[in-house]
């Protein structure tokens, strides 16, 4: 029997001329990065990426903090600039996001219930994307990322920002050690 027939290696862009990412298992984002303003803007271009969905809390700003840090607001706009549309996604609170989202120009979704596939099901409706056109930036494995996996979406890990949580992220946190232990 031939590879083709047995699905040996089509799956692989380098047999397919498909240039697109290769996706990393569920539990495991398809990059890491310490920030978002890290990320080049060619980078997702290249790998097809039109839209973001990003992430708040320790991903944009720190626990509690109020004001965005000047590297992430000149990265969004750049992004932007550069024809990316972006969306907000958060579990916090309406006022919070959309005050915050409005200084960065983009649409929010706040009480997203993530990971569940719902906030991220109206973020891919806004952005008006394939799944496969869309980025998940955030730095928690369990609500990002495997929110993001579960849609069909790229994934972006980032660094918190710092490390003062919420008691449940704390928790998820010394699981997303173990199971990203020698990964990142």
């Not at 310490?34 to 997702?44: G, I, S, T, Y």
């Not at 969306?87 to 993530?114: D, H, T, Y």
Request: glycine share 8%; hydrophobic share 40%; with cysteine.
């Amino acid at each position: 029997m031939d590879c083709e027939r047995r699905g040996v290696g089509v799956d692989r862009f380098e047999d397919t001329g498909d240039k697109r990412h290769k996706a990393a298992p569920m539990l495991g984002p398809d990059r890491f990065a310490p920030r978002l303003h890290a990320v080049p803007h060619e980078e997702l271009e290249a790998a097809g990426i039109r839209g973001l969905i990003v992430d708040l809390d320790n991903t944009l700003l720190g626990f509690r903090e109020t004001e965005l840090a000047q590297e992430h607001l000149t990265w969004v706009a750049a992004a932007l600039e550069r024809g990316f549309r972006i969306v907000m996604l958060s579990n916090n609170f309406s006022e919070r996001v959309n005050g915050l989202a409005a200084q960065l120009n983009v649409p929010c979704i706040p009480n997203a219930l993530k990971p569940l596939p719902f906030g991220f099901l109206r973020a891919k409706r806004h952005l008006g994307l394939r799944r496969r056109e869309i980025a998940v930036v955030g730095d928690q494995l369990f609500t990002d990322v495997l929110g993001g996996k579960l849609c069909g979406h790229y994934t972006i890990l980032t660094e918190p920002i710092e490390h003062k949580d919420f008691a449940i992220t704390r928790c998820l946190r010394f699981f997303e050690r173990l199971v990203l232990r020698g990964r990142r």
